[in-house]
């Protein structure tokens, strides 16, 4: 009895439910997690999400086959199979599904006010209506965001130091997973700032790369942005080839991309948001409700060049690019 009246005040004074720990300790806890591009067998997905998710859960003590049980369910890049691939989660009865990207965090929301939910990998998280603020998220959901104020237009200028000549950019986005209103909303200021002529393009499927690579053509398009996607994920290696064909160099959003032949990658540490994202699940499964858990921001950005894309398309390296990146992939 004294024992068990001292472990109870233990857990008390740490702030941690009784109820909570009790259901944890009597089994394994149960994490899904939803994507929306490639699962586990893709080396990246392993590399950039898997490993670090991982990591940083044996970092706070939860190791899969002794107290965890992880459940992966990813799309392939086909959006249309995320409902049921959800529905599956939330039947399941996890303790916390984690929800990569904005199409899964947005669906994930609006399906359960009751199973906590940590987003990554989605850009504003305010904006999207995914949480009341940054500071105190409300209801069911916490989560990272990779994005800040002016990446976009950064992503552009790193495109621009590559062919300063350039007068006509494109940013290839998928309407299915961002708004073509925030986006054109974005690009008013970006033209202003830049200098330039933006033009943006949609794809939501691979059979419709081919059509706007070549209106791209006959647009005289001197490089394009590709947005970061779980559908443009899945289908790199083919947008690679169509960006070397048209001889357009590009800049992604992620290094996981340039494996496909992109130019350059400017974007958040997904292996580091993926690692800080078991944080948020260790405080959930330890009783902390999500709605109180702040919405981190990524604070660790990295720029990957492709020296092999480079080659390709004919460019020179500039100075400040060389020395701006983190990795250099030869």
């Given at each position: 009895m004294r024992r068990k009246r001292f472990c109870g005040t233990l857990l008390a004074a740490a702030g941690m439910p009784l109820a909570a720990w009790a259901q944890v300790a009597q089994r394994s806890a149960r994490i899904a997690v939803l994507g929306g591009s490639s699962g586990p067998s893709d080396p990246n997905t392993m590399r950039y999400m898997v490993d670090p998710l991982r990591r940083g859960l044996r970092e706070?003590?939860?190791v899969e086959g002794q107290n965890l049980v992880i459940e992966w369910r990813f799309a392939d890049g086909k959006p249309e199979r995320l409902p049921a691939l959800l529905a599956e989660s939330i039947v399941a009865a996890p303790d916390v599904l984690l929800a990569i990207g904005p199409r899964p965090a947005l669906l994930a929301k609006a399906a359960t006010r009751t199973l906590p939910i940590v987003a990554v990998a989605v850009d504003d998280p305010v904006n999207m209506g995914l949480a009341e603020s940054y500071t105190r998220p409300g209801g069911n959901i916490t989560g990272l965001s990779l994005a800040y104020e002016g990446m976009l237009s950064r992503r552009l200028q790193v495109l621009k130091d590559f062919v300063?000549?350039?007068?006509?950019?494109?940013?290839?986005?998928?309407?299915?997973?961002?708004?073509r209103a925030e986006l054109d909303s974005a690009l008013v200021d970006m033209r202003r700032e830049l200098g330039l002529q933006i033009v943006a393009f949609e794809a939501s499927r691979a059979e419709e790369f081919g059509a706007v690579f070549d209106a791209?053509?006959?647009?005289?398009?001197?490089?394009v942005l590709v947005l970061a996607d779980a559908v443009f994920y899945v289908q790199r290696m083919p947008l690679g080839a169509l960006c070397t064909k048209h001889r357009?160099?590009?800049?992604?959003?992620?290094?996981?991309?340039?494996?496909?032949?992109?130019?350059v990658s400017f974007q958040g540490?997904?292996?580091e948001v993926f690692r800080r994202s078991a944080s948020l699940i260790d405080k959930i499964?330890?009783?902390?409700?999500?709605?109180?858990?702040?919405f981190e921001q990524s604070t660790k950005f990295e720029m990957v060049l492709n020296l092999k894309a480079a080659r390709a398309l004919g460019l020179k390296v500039p100075q400040s690019v060389l020395v701006s990146a983190d990795e250099v992939i030869e």
């Open positions: 706070r003590g939860w300063p000549q350039a007068r006509r950019f494109a940013v290839l986005m998928n309407p299915l997973t961002l708004p791209m053509a006959a647009q005289r398009i001197d490089g357009l160099p590009s800049v992604w959003g992620g290094r996981g991309y340039l494996d496909a032949g992109g130019l540490d997904f292996a499964l330890k009783g902390t409700p999500p709605g109180e858990i702040p």
